[in-house]
């Protein structure tokens, strides 16, 4: 039996006329193939391998397993080093912790990668998909969700904010459903998931073999090899639709449009939090929001507000060299490190957030989570978009 078996699995399909498909599966279940280090690092190699060698047509990302893709980010190192960074006389600088700067460094580098890889990538998101699964995922361009997906970024629950470049896909989404879902990390579904531009195809999950045999069947590399993912992946969903072989809850976040609008269009932070508590609703998922935003750290409300209206004009490159730099102020300030005592470490759900209340972040404070140590050629990700 293997002790230490890898994070990832990688195999190769080669297809009727010799192309190949890659194929990276996310395997440590026991953690809901939360995103470490190390998993970071088998898989950028492998893609980048695979981005350049001309007999691979395409790239599968799955995770093994039936209850999620990726439930997040592994939390329990970057916890450990932040204790000692606190303890630690450098505590004031935010570059001190190296393990922080390099786990944040070394994601975001590989979700840069997703997000501009050169060839088909097809993200089979079944299950959980959450924070970082939600980064790895966003930046594929075939994204699957099936009955059972599941999204959600919830980090306001423990005190760091939606990165992963969050701030850019979410600043995105219809109208200011991003700034809701920001504040309340509710959980979307499949059709929300499409509603959003989170998902791109909606397939049953019993479906996956028979998607997998047909793109084994394309003619690989003799025209538009994403055309080619398309039609197979729009097929499958036609079929799922057609046999009833899957229920589909309907888009909560659809449902609720016009009210999410009316609350987060409002001109300030302050407004917004006020009009999702003070909401009166018998619906179960507003409901659940209401309590997520009520429950989690002030200050990464404040955060998650201030980024979205910061990133309109950026690049995604910008966002992560952006995200990068809030990241390890969080990592270096008592929310980030108390929500994860409170939710994963201790688990006794009593974080004592610093400020407790919205009132209690003043505009300087959070300008404070933007300065940057570094000049801009010597930002640990100057280099991406180059």
Same mark, same amino acid.
């Given at each position: 039996?293997?002790?230490?078996?890898?994070?990832?699995?990688?195999?190769?399909?080669?297809?009727?006329?010799?192309?190949?498909?890659?194929?990276?599966?996310?395997?440590?279940?026991?953690?809901?193939?939360?995103?470490?280090?190390?998993?970071?690092?088998?898989?950028?190699?492998?893609?980048?391998?695979?981005?350049?060698?001309?007999?691979?047509?395409?790239?599968?990302?799955?995770?093994? *397993?039936?209850?999620?893709?990726?439930?997040?980010?592994?939390?329990?190192?970057?916890?450990?080093?932040?204790?000692?960074?606190?303890?630690?006389?450098?505590?004031?600088?935010?570059?001190?912790?190296?393990?922080?700067?390099?786990?944040?460094?070394?994601?975001?580098?590989?979700?840069?990668?997703?997000?501009?890889?050169?060839?088909?990538?097809?993200?089979?998101?079944?299950?959980?998909?959450? *924070?970082? *699964?939600?980064?790895?995922?966003?930046?594929?361009?075939?994204?699957?969700?099936?009955?059972?997906?599941?999204?959600?970024?919830?980090?306001?629950?423990?005190?760091?904010?939606?990165?992963?470049?969050?701030?850019?896909?979410?600043?995105?989404?219809?109208?200011?459903?991003?700034?809701?879902?920001?504040?309340?990390?509710?959980?979307?579904?499949?059709?929300?998931?499409?509603?959003?531009?989170?998902?791109?195809?909606?397939?049953?999950?019993?479906?996956?073999?028979?998607?997998?045999?047909?793109?084994?069947?394309?003619?690989?590399?003799?025209?538009?090899?994403?055309?080619?993912?398309?039609?197979?992946?729009?097929?499958?969903?036609?079929?799922?639709?057609?046999?009833?072989?899957?229920?589909?809850?309907?888009?909560?976040?659809?449902?609720?449009?016009?009210?999410?609008?009316?609350?987060?269009?409002?001109?300030?932070?302050?407004?917004?939090?006020?009009?999702?508590?003070?909401?009166?609703?018998?619906?179960?998922?507003?409901?659940?929001?209401?309590?997520?935003?009520?429950?989690?750290?002030?200050?990464?409300?404040?955060?998650?507000?201030?980024?979205?209206?910061?990133?309109?004009?950026?690049?995604?490159?910008?966002?992560?060299?952006?995200?990068?730099?809030?990241?390890?102020?969080?990592?270096?300030?008592?929310?980030?490190?108390?929500?994860?005592?409170?939710?994963?470490?201790?688990?006794?759900?009593?974080?004592?957030?610093?400020?407790?209340?919205?009132?209690?972040?003043?505009?300087?404070?959070?300008?404070?989570?933007?300065?940057?140590?570094?000049?801009?050629?010597?930002?640990?990700?100057?280099?991406?978009?180059?």
């Amino acid at each position: 039996m293997n002790q230490t078996a890898a994070p990832v699995a990688f195999e190769e399909l080669t297809a009727a006329n010799g192309r190949r498909i890659g194929i990276a599966t996310l395997a440590s279940e026991k953690t809901l193939h939360a995103i470490s280090l190390e998993m970071v690092r088998l898989l950028t190699p492998q893609l980048q391998q695979w981005q350049a060698d001309p007999g691979v047509a395409m790239v599968i990302l799955q995770a093994q *397993g039936e209850k999620a893709f990726c439930a997040g980010g592994d939390l329990q190192q970057l916890y450990r080093s932040m204790r000692e960074h606190h303890a630690s006389p450098a505590r004031e600088d935010i570059r001190a912790n190296t393990y922080a700067a390099e786990f944040f460094e070394q994601e975001y580098r590989l979700d840069y990668l997703v997000h501009s890889f050169a060839k088909p990538i097809l993200c089979w998101g079944h299950g959980i998909v959450m *924070g970082g *699964g939600i980064g790895l995922m966003a930046g594929c361009s075939h994204r699957v969700v099936t009955e059972k997906s599941r999204l959600a970024m919830p980090e306001i629950t423990i005190g760091l904010y939606p990165d992963v470049g969050g701030s850019w896909f979410l600043a995105r989404m219809p109208g200011k459903t991003g700034i809701f879902l920001a504040l309340t990390g509710a959980n979307l579904n499949a059709n929300d998931a499409l509603f959003a531009g989170l998902a791109d195809y909606r397939v049953a999950h019993a479906a996956k073999a028979s998607v997998i045999d047909a793109l084994l069947m394309q003619p690989w590399g003799q025209g538009n090899d994403a055309e080619l993912l398309d039609r197979v992946l729009a097929s499958a969903q036609a079929s799922s639709s057609q046999e009833g072989a899957a229920v589909f809850a309907a888009a909560n976040l659809r449902t609720h449009f016009d009210l999410i609008e009316s609350i987060c269009r409002r001109p300030t932070l302050p407004e917004i939090v006020d009009g999702i508590l003070t909401l009166q609703t018998e619906d179960a998922w507003l409901a659940k929001a209401q309590a997520t935003l009520r429950a989690g750290s002030p200050g990464s409300a404040w955060l998650g507000h201030a980024l979205q209206k910061r990133v309109r004009r950026l690049s995604l490159a910008e966002v992560f060299r952006l995200e990068f730099v809030v990241s390890l102020h969080c990592a270096a300030r008592p929310d980030f490190v108390e929500g994860i005592r409170a939710l994963i470490i201790e688990k006794d759900q009593k974080p004592q957030w610093n400020p407790a209340s919205l009132a209690g972040a003043t505009p300087l404070w959070v300008e404070g989570f933007f300065a940057d140590p570094w000049s801009a050629a010597d930002h640990p990700l100057a280099d991406l978009g180059a």
